[in-house]
């Protein structure tokens, strides 16, 4: 427990000396989201963004932070920041393709399976709705990284799946080696 409180002072007084070091900054909300101390780690986001607004970092620690707590309205506008600051950031379109399709699984989960039933078509709409926000950001970052399919591939696999895009989602059974 020591070393860990050490730890964290040496992550604050690096975040303080060097504010658009991504190091500490990292470093700093990984330990607080991996012991779940969301409200100490998003003051720190916060006071990040007012240092530096037009850093797209801060945006997706914020984003993360978001996601990891399950508020994908938050989540999604933080990721949506980022990537307006920096349209090139891969992390982020793959982030936000990912919250859009947790909503469609949510969604999907309580969803009426009875096609008999007049909310049937109406639910199958609104998860195919969600699978159609994730497309393009799951494709840009295809685009962005191809060699790195980590980031784009199972992602693509299911919304391609779930939109019955045939000839897509066999090519994302070859890449998967499905």
């Known amino acids: 427990v020591n070393d860990s409180v050490k730890w964290i002072e040496t992550l604050k007084t690096g975040l303080q000396k060097y504010p658009t070091h991504q190091y500490f900054f990292g470093n700093l909300i990984d330990y607080y989201s991996k012991n779940e101390k969301y409200g100490e780690a998003m003051e720190f986001v916060d006071k990040m963004i007012a240092t530096d607004p037009n850093n797209p970092f801060n945006y997706y620690v914020k984003g993360y932070l978001y996601h990891n707590m399950k508020d994908y309205d938050k989540s999604i506008e933080a990721y949506k920041k980022t990537i307006e600051l920096d349209p090139s950031n891969a992390e982020a379109n793959s982030n936000l393709g990912l919250v859009y399709c947790q909503l469609a699984q949510d969604y999907s989960d309580k969803a009426t399976t009875d ?13 195919k709705k969600y699978y159609e926000l994730a497309r393009p950001y799951y494709e840009k970052v295809r685009e962005l990284k191809p060699n790195e399919t980590g980031l784009w591939a199972n992602g693509l696999y299911r919304i391609y799946y779930n939109l019955n895009m045939g000839k897509e989602f066999e090519e994302m059974e070859k890449i998967l080696g499905l």
């Open 115 to 127: 096609m008999n039933s007049p909310k049937y078509a109406q639910d199958q709409t609104e998860i």
